[in-house]
């Protein structure tokens, strides 16, 4: 069966004064139809910019894509034109950023704006798309949707504008959704009601969707798995009930222990020490290895690959992969 979405050993570099930059460094991951990839990283882990690769929204210069594929549905998405490229962005796959503010125009309202996909790209009439608004609305559940469709984007909360931003990503029927850091900017409860909704809307259309977090906490319900990446590489990939139970690298394990635990109250989180480097100096080996309470003099030279992680009799775990030496180490938590 053809991926929906199948990202080969990408790979993109920024050129900046002070050098080049690699921000994503051999990255593979995919998703299927109706499934949900989480994508883990602190900030410049890369993980959005292979994102912004993937939806052809790389800002460049200074950013090029150097290396790799990015198939969809078995099409090559850099041999495109740039004309067909456009039109799969619109039509087939779409992205939701963290800054629904930032992102809808404050002076149209989100009818109109809602109402507007359908206008440009399906030639609707203005009552027809005012419908389809609506229709929307209600989709991404935003109470009382006939009622304010005439409203400005400032008029409603920030957990509703989020609705907005997934409604109009919706709007086409795409297969593939992306979501940067949807929930960040909201807090706590909005974001569970927010992660709900990206979950049974992926059920109800059979669409793929990839989560882009730092927070393991707020995926951990509704990804089927997840890939780790750090420095611009992939770290750990594991269906995400394995992960939590048995981290394969000792970076997942940091973030892990990192979740602040409601049993935990009062201890002192176990955060991972010191940051994560820059990209225009990451260290040779291992990129985790100056952070890392498990380093060997191996790893402070030798570049682990994304080894695939087995049981003990050496069959492959399907879906484990970890770039750490001592992975079956770090999965039997032995030291
Ligand atoms: Fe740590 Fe070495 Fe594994 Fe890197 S390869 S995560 S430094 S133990
Ligand atoms: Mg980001």
Redesign the pocket.
């Known amino acids: 069966m053809t991926a929906l979405l199948d990202v080969r050993d990408l790979t993109v570099e920024f050129r900046t004064r002070e050098g080049v930059a690699r921000a994503v460094n051999g990255v593979s991951y995919g998703v299927e139809a109706g499934e949900t990839l989480a994508v883990l990283g602190e900030s410049g882990s890369g993980k959005s910019v292979t994102a912004q690769a993937v939806m052809g929204i790389l800002d460049s210069p200074p950013g090029f894509v150097t290396g790799g594929q990015v198939l969809f549905q078995g099409e090559d998405l850099l041999t495109l034109g740039r004309e067909a490229r456009r039109r799969v962005r619109g039509e087939r796959m779409a992205m939701i950023f963290q800054d629904a503010l930032s992102s809808l125009n404050p002076v149209l309202s989100v009818g109109f704006q809602l109402g507007e996909m359908f206008r440009v790209h399906r030639g609707a009439r203005r009552t027809a798309a005012r419908a389809a608004a609506i229709e929307l609305m209600e989709r991404v559940r935003i109470p009382a949707a006939r009622a304010r469709v005439n409203d400005y984007p400032h008029q409603f909360s920030g957990g509703m504008r989020q609705r907005i931003m997934i409604a109009m990503a919706l709007a086409l029927g795409p297969e593939l959704i992306i979501a940067d850091e949807p929930t960040t900017a909201l807090d706590v409860t909005v974001q569970a009601q927010v992660m709900d909704l990206l979950a049974e809307l992926r059920e109800e259309t059979g669409m793929g969707l990839i989560l882009i977090t730092h927070d393991l906490g707020v995926v951990a319900d509704v990804a089927d798995k997840i890939a780790v990446m750090y420095a611009g590489r992939i770290?750990e990939t594991a269906p995400v009930h394995d992960l939590y139970k048995a981290p394969a690298?000792?970076?997942t394990r940091g973030l892990l222990d990192s979740i602040p635990r409601l049993d935990q109250k009062g201890l002192e989180l176990s955060a991972i020490r010191g940051t994560p480097p820059s990209l225009l100096a990451i260290p040779p080996?291992?990129?985790?290895?100056p952070r890392?309470?498990?380093?060997?003099d191996?790893?402070?030279t030798d570049r682990?690959p994304l080894y695939e992680v087995t049981d003990d009799a050496g069959r492959p775990l399907a879906g484990r992969g970890s770039?750490?030496?001592?992975?079956r180490?770090?999965l039997h938590d032995r030291s």
């Not at 080996?285 to 290895?289: D, I, L, T, V």
């Open positions: 770290m690298h000792p970076y080996g291992c990129p985790f290895h890392c309470p498990r380093a060997q191996v790893c402070r682990p770039a750490c030496h001592f992975w180490d770090q």
